[in-house]
Structure formats: structure tokens, C-alpha cells
């Protein structure tokens, strides 16, 4: 079945540091790939999107591309800041699947000043 | 995107009682799901609401313990019944637009069974 594995956490970081968090994916068909973002004491939040293979998803200076040949989806943001510190999830909808959205199992990050 | 407005917010309930989690949206959608996010754990999802029909549960959850209701498109209420401790999650609401949208999130309701 379709499945989302995303590098372990907990990721710590200082104030400035370059951020990668590795996705990758298995799925039938061509899904659309997400990052979530879930902030202490929060809700999801969706964070950006990609639905087809070489598109760049970009937000609050996060990107992620959409590899089809390595089937990955990593995060990535130049200069983290203290505000960055939360669990990120990496998720696909797959359109063989209905709706149902397959996260991985979220990766915390901490950033100190 | 959709508002989705979730209360409560938090509960702390004995054993052995239920709990009813309700979810408001801004506007019609056609589908709402049910999450569970244990501590530390990745969201797995309860069910599906469809309005007008029962919900349709995922592998390990069954209708008895997880009663759900969705008279209308706006609105659903997840049940959790005869509480324990295992029990204590994270339950989530949300509702998606079109596939390539993504999914819209209440902000959760935390439960702790004691």
C-alpha cells in the first residue's frame, strides 16, 4: 500500500542554519505530496503542496520538489529561525486511494537562538 | 480554504464515560475525516463522515466505540465511548476541498483519560 517515510527526529538546529528533512514516498498512480506543519498545543496546518512530478512547492520559505525518479519530497528552508521549532509532517494523497491522506510519522524540529 | 472550528479544546474524563468531539465548517464539504494523534505519534485515521450514510471506519476502529454523526454538510460529531487510558489522544477533524489541495485541520481536541 502507499506509505510516506520521513527522516527521525528529533532535529535540532541553531538560529540560522540551513534545514533538510528528508520524505520519501511509495505510491500507485501519481499522487499529490504535502508538508504539514504542527505547531505546540496546535492543530495541522498545511505548510505547501506539489501535485505532479518537477513542481516546487514554496512557503515562509520553505521548498520541497517533487522527484518522481527518486520518489522523494524533502523539506528544505535556507535560514531557520526559533519560530521554525515544530513537528513537520510529510503526507500524499494518492488519486488510486479516494481522499485518505498517508502522513509519515513527523519529525521535531528544534531551533535554539 | 475552509474554517473548521472543533471544541472542545481539551477534556480530562474518568474511565468508563464518553466524550462528544464536535466539528463546524465555514462552508459545505463533502468530506470530513476523524484523526487520532497519539503523543509523539504520526495521525491515523478513524473514519470517514459522509452525510446521509454511515461512516466508514479504517482497520481497528469499530462503529461501537467510535459512533460518528454527520447530519448535514457543515457538521460532525465523533463519539469516544467507554473511555480508558489508552484512550488519550489527540482526536482531529478535517476536511478536504479537491485532491490537490490539501487538507484543511481543527485545531484539535486533546483528551486525557484518567
Known amino acids: 500500500g502507499d506509505s510516506v517515510t520521513q527522516m527521525e527526529g528529533p532535529v535540532t538546529l541553531s538560529e540560522e542554519a540551513f534545514l533538510t528533512i528528508n ?13 504539514y506543519v504542527q505547531y505546540p498545543g496546535e492543530g495541522l496546518q498545511l505548510l505547501l503542496k506539489a501535485t505532479k512530478a518537477d513542481d516546487k512547492g514554496s512557503n515562509k520559505g520553505f521548498e520541497a520538489t517533487y522527484r518522481k525518479e527518486t520518489t ?8 531557520v529561525q526559533v519560530s521554525d521549532s515544530a513537528v513537520y509532517f510529510c503526507a500524499l494523497i494518492s488519486n488510486t486511494g479516494g481522499f485518505k491522506t498517508i502522513f509519515g510519522a513527523g519529525t521535531r524540529l528544534f531551533v535554539k537562538a | ?32 475525516f476523524w484523526y487520532r494523534q497519539q503523543p509523539g505519534q504520526s495521525l491515523t485515521l478513524i473514519a470517514t463522515a459522509n452525510q446521509g450514510s454511515e461512516a466508514t471506519y479504517e482497520s481497528g476502529f469499530v462503529i461501537d466505540k467510535f459512533p460518528i454523526s454527520r447530519p448535514n454538510l457543515t457538521f460532525s460529531t465523533l463519539t469516544v465511548s ?11 477533524c ?21
Open chain 1, 23 to 35: 520524505c520519501t514516498y511509495t505510491a500507485t498512480g501519481y499522487p499529490s505530496l504535502f508538508w
Open chain 1, 72 to 79: 522523494s519530497f524533502h523539506l528544505e528552508k535556507g535560514s
Open chain 2, 94 to 114: 478535517s476536511v478536504v476541498g479537491e485532491m490537490n489541495y490539501g487538507y484543511t485541520f481543527g485545531s484539535g481536541t486533546r483528551l486525557t483519560v484518567v
Open chain 2, 82 to 92: 467507554n473511555m480508558s487510558p489508552e484512550d488519550s489522544s489527540i482526536y482531529l
Open chain 2, 1 to 32: 480554504s475552509a474554517v473548521i472550528s472543533q471544541k472542545p479544546s481539551r477534556d480530562i474524563c474518568q474511565r468508563g464515560t464518553s466524550l462528544t468531539i464536535q466539528c463546524q465548517v465555514d462552508s459545505q464539504v463533502t468530506m470530513m
